[in-house]
């Protein structure tokens, strides 16, 4: 992991999971002030030189885009577990948004759907390639799972947008979920 990566994956446990331990105070939609952030940072003897303009170039060269930096303000776009929900934009989704799991929660998800588990939103893609890469975290086989957003939104099931690949949903019952 090269030191960007490195930064990207601090930010984004102190952003998701543990404001507190940063002492961040972050707001409905997820964002903190970059100062706080930035003087959370420097007490760490390996950040203890970053600036905004890393903060830029982390974002930039990432290969995922999971952070957003708007005047002055920091933000995750997915991923959080804090008790806090963190309010999404709603959104219509695309007909087709795919899944990619373990195949030993396949038999779970048939039975309850799926479910956030431990983050606030369940986390979809908007394309096969993306959910593989997420499924082969979990499973070096992974399954895909094809969403009939369109049925399940016509239906009343909200949809959230995270980035442009992410998107979030509550939770999706079974019935608008089929394996690939
Ligand atoms: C599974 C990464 C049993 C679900 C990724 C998943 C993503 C169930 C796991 C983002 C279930 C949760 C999120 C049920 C769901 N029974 N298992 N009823 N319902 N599951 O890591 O979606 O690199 O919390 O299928 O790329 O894998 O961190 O969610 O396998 O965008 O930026 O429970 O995190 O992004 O796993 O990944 P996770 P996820 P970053």
Redesign the pocket.
């Known amino acids: 992991m090269n030191k960007l990566e490195e930064l990207s994956k601090e930010i984004?446990y102190a952003l998701r999971h543990a404001p507190w331990e940063y002492e961040l105070e972050i707001d409905q939609e997820g964002w903190v002030p970059v100062e706080q952030l930035l003087d959370a940072l420097h007490k760490a003897e390996k950040w203890k030189n970053i600036g905004e303009a890393d903060l830029k170039e982390m974002i930039e060269k990432s290969e995922?885009k999971?952070h957003e930096l708007k005047d002055g303000r920091i933000r995750a776009f997915?991923?959080h577990s804090i008790p806090m929900k963190i309010l999404k934009e709603e959104k219509m989704p695309p007909d087709i948004l795919y899944?990619?799991?373990?195949r030993r929660?396949l038999e779970?998800?048939s039975?309850?759907?799926?479910?956030?588990?431990?983050?606030q939103y369940?986390?979809l893609?908007q394309d096969i390639e993306?959910a593989k890469?997420?499924?082969k975290?979990?499973d070096n086989k992974p399954c895909i799972l094809i969403i009939d957003a369109k049925k399940a939104w016509n239906e009343g099931i909200k949809f959230y947008l995270?980035n442009e690949k992410?998107w979030l949903a509550d939770t999706i019952p079974s019935r608008y979920i089929k394996m690939m």
């Open positions: 984004s995922k999971r997915y991923g899944h990619g799991t373990a929660f779970s998800i039975e309850n759907g799926l479910l956030p588990q431990s983050r369940v986390h893609s993306t890469k997420v499924g975290r979990h995270g992410v």
